[in-house]
C-alpha cells in the first residue's frame, strides 16, 4: 500500500487512483464519524450504531447526512 498523498474530495475524503472518492465502509461508528463531521451528526442515533444501520434507517447517504446536520 503506497503512502502517497492523494487530492481529498470536498469534505476531506481521499480519492483513488481513478479520482473516485472513496466511500466509508458500512461499519464506521457513529461515534468516529461524530469526530469527523461534528457532534450534531446523526443526533438520537446511539454511538455504537453502524453507518451501514443508519442507511438503512434513514435511506440517505453519507452525503446527504452531513449535508442535513
Do not use: C, W
Amino acid at each position: 500500500m503506497s503512502n502517497e498523498h492523494r487530492p481529498t474530495g470536498l469534505d476531506g475524503r481521499e480519492r483513488d487512483a481513478n479520482g473516485q472518492i472513496r466511500e466509508k465502509n458500512g461499519n464506521t461508528l457513529v461515534r468516529t464519524l461524530r469526530q469527523e463531521y461534528g457532534p450534531g451528526f446523526a443526533e438520537g442515533q446511539r454511538s455504537d450504531t453502524k453507518l451501514e444501520t443508519l442507511r438503512e434507517k434513514t435511506g440517505m447517504s453519507l452525503s446527504q447526512m452531513v449535508k442535513k446536520k
